[in-house]
């Protein structure tokens, strides 16, 4: 009996004869399809294909997210959302007025609620009055009574930020061998602790939850996954509708996890926590509240009188989410952009003091590039990530942003096998984009500039960040390449960046060696822009609250 793989132990033993979901991939490009009774015509909206039906388990995105979480491509299921891979659980294991789930409440409402829909029991193990987790507890409950089908556990959990060890979790699942033991880790990407998704892929009782909902920014294309045992994932795959994914999630979770975008992920995610940990300490000084914990990309709080807080939320229009089952008075509380943040401090009396920081992100797509660019000018600690793929180049830049004083993350895929020109030239572009994004309003902002010498060369940049682009290149070479860059692009860099950053820049170089003209410009140039960027008498560019830009 326990030679029989998990899944096909646990399975409702109703579903046996459900054949197996034919995998079929998208088809030899050129095929004539004639198969799925489609719209032959090129759609009205919407884009191209969009008369076609998607895979029924995109591979490419499969494969991608795989990698992501690393573990085998036929361990994991792309579901839509994972709410849907919760779904799947519950249809393919639970059998209405027999099995039953285990929850550890407080926490996500969903287990519950499919597992009720297929007709299945719901217990619950409440955490303590301070929400930590208590591995004995559920272990008690788990063992009285038949066997759960499922044990959901949410680490960190929602609402409460409480993380569960993964340690914990592994020897939950092997004190419950069967139980499948369902880690959801929709917030994953914000805490400490290590995955479990490898775990998954070996222990066949363990599954996985992810979603690009949170961290990837993609609530809206609702793509998530179960990574579990490959028997497992085969149920998972019966139990699913033919063709669950909508085409354009998939495309728009493929661009979203492109490689060029990573790093700016990254970025984000250290921001969003850097501003919990803000809130955070803000908001424990207010009287009205009682307890704050912090997890994911949000707080949860308890406070004295929720009536009349939510009456505040809503006079300034701010929506959060109420959690009274979880804890009495208690308050869910996303964490936003710095504006949507200073408005909720603001409902708490905080007037929030921290200066505005200038910050802006620009991708820029096209057959030939594709770039994701990110600049905070008032990063109180700048950081440099810059992958253009043209090492030189990316040196460049690194010397204009740290001579610039601001932090820049920066990646660039391009057709560099061809020629490095088109990087060369969309990179400037879309940094020039950023930075004038970034700069917003630039009322009063003036004429800057700055000379340096380097060895035998001297690099002079003047920059008026004034609105109206001009470029203007003094100065010639005679080595054809630096690295892989070529010397020549030099000039057309600064008016690229010109154009897109609406700035007047004036380079003049004189020396001998090529390199340190190239370099000595860059570096003028960062500088130049330092003094452009400060708002502050401060020089490091705090923005003053009223001659901002
Ligand atoms: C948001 C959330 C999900 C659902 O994510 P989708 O992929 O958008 O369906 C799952 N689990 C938890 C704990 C969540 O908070």
């Known amino acids: 009996m326990s030679e029989q793989p998990i899944g096909d132990r646990l399975a409702r033993r109703d579903l046996r004869q459900l054949p197996r979901t034919d995998l079929a991939g998208a088809p030899v490009p050129g095929t004539i399809r004639l198969d799925a009774n489609e719209n032959p015509y090129e759609p009205l909206a919407g884009g191209r294909d969009i008369n076609r039906y998607p895979e029924p388990q995109p591979d490419t995105l499969r494969r991608r997210m795989a990698g992501l979480y690393g573990v085998f491509p036929q361990r994991l299921w792309v579901t839509r959302g994972s709410d849907d891979a919760i779904d799947l659980l519950c249809r393919a294991f639970l059998r209405p007025g027999e099995d039953r789930i285990l929850v550890v409440e407080p926490t996500f409402s969903a287990y519950a609620q499919f597992a009720r829909i ?17 591995a004995g507890a559920v272990l008690r409950a788990a063992k009285d009574g038949p066997a759960p089908k499922l044990l959901f556990l949410c680490t960190p959990n929602n609402p409460t930020g409480t993380p569960i060890a993964v340690e914990t ?31 998954a892929g070996n222990v066949d009782n363990l599954v996985v939850l992810r979603t690009l909902s949170k961290a990837y920014g993609l609530a809206g294309a609702r793509i998530g996954c179960a990574i579990a045992d490959a028997n497992v994932i085969d149920w998972l795959a019966r139990v699913s509708p033919p063709y669950p994914l909508p085409g354009p999630s998939i495309a728009a979770a493929l661009g979203a996890l492109a490689p060029e975008r990573m790093p700016i992920h990254r970025a984000r995610i250290a921001d969003l926590l850097a501003e919990r940990a803000r809130l955070a300490a803000l908001l424990r ?35 959060v989410r109420f959690r009274p089952n979880a804890a009495p008075g208690g308050v869910r509380v996303t964490i936003g952009t710095e504006a949507e943040n200073r408005a909720l401090l603001a409902v708490f009396g905080i007037t929030d003091a921290a200066p505005r920081r200038r910050r802006a992100s620009v991708t820029r797509d096209t057959a030939e590039t594709r770039i994701a660019v990110a600049v905070d000018l008032d990063d109180p600690e700048p950081k440099r990530q810059i992958s253009t793929g043209i090492g030189f180049f990316d040196h460049m830049l690194d010397q204009v942003a740290s001579h610039g004083g601001f932090s820049l993350t920066l990646a660039c895929t391009g057709d560099t ?5 088109h990087s ?10 950023a930075l004038d994004k970034a700069l917003g309003d630039r009322a009063g902002i003036g004429r800057f500039g700055f000379a340096l010498p380097m060895d035998e060369t001297r690099a002079e940049v003047l920059v008026d960040l004034s609105g109206r682009p001009y470029a203007k290149f003094d100065g010639s070479f005679t080595t054809e390449h630096l690295g892989e860059f070529p010397t020549e692009m030099t000039p057309h860099v600064f008016r690229s960046l010109a154009d897109s950053m609406r700035a007047a820049i004036h380079v003049s170089v004189e020396g001998e060696n090529d390199h340190h003209k190239v370099e000595g410009a860059f570096k003028a140039f960062g500088r130049a822009l330092r003094q452009g960027l400060a708002t502050g008498a401060s020089g490091k560019g705090i923005p003053s609250t009223k001659g901002s830009l």
């Open 424 to 433: 060369i030239e969309d990179v400037a572009l879309a940094l020039g984009a």
């Open 118 to 134: 297929q007709g299945a029991k719901v217990d619950s193990v409440r955490m303590d009055g301070d929400f930590a987790f208590d």
């Open 169 to 199: 979790v592994r020897d939950i699942a092997a004190a419950l061998p069967d139980t499948l033991v369902v880690a959801d880790e929709a917030y994953g990407e914000f805490a400490d602790a290590p995955s479990l998704a490898p775990d």
């Open 417 to 421: 096998h061809i020629d490095p020109h």
């Open 285 to 319: 000084g207010v009287d009205e509240v009682e307890a704050l914990y912090e997890g994911g990309n949000f707080l949860f709080l308890t406070v004295a009188d929720p009536e009349g807080l939510a009456q505040r939320l809503e006079a300034a229009a701010v929506k």
